[in-house]
């Protein structure tokens, strides 16, 4: 699997806040890159995509993310 096949692979909302986070941390900002990183997991957790993966898991199959 080339690098963007694997990228793809993975939950939107997650791509999103990493690239989030990720921008912060190029401002030169770690205080504020280390205060969003329990928010952002905290909010990753409360997501439909992270209720398919670990129902993904259980079952045996892929996840289908939804962006949600």
Known sequence: MVLA???AAH?????????????????????????????ALYRLLGTQDFAERLAALREGRDPVYVGR
């Not at 806040?17 to 504020?32: F, I, M, Y």
Request: net charge negative; glycine share 6%; no cysteine.
């Open 11 to 39: 939950p939107p909302l997650v791509l999103r806040e990493t690239l989030r986070v990720g921008r912060l941390a190029l401002e030169g900002h770690a205080h504020q890159v280390f205060a969003e990183l329990v928010p």
């Open 5 to 7: 096949e694997t990228i």
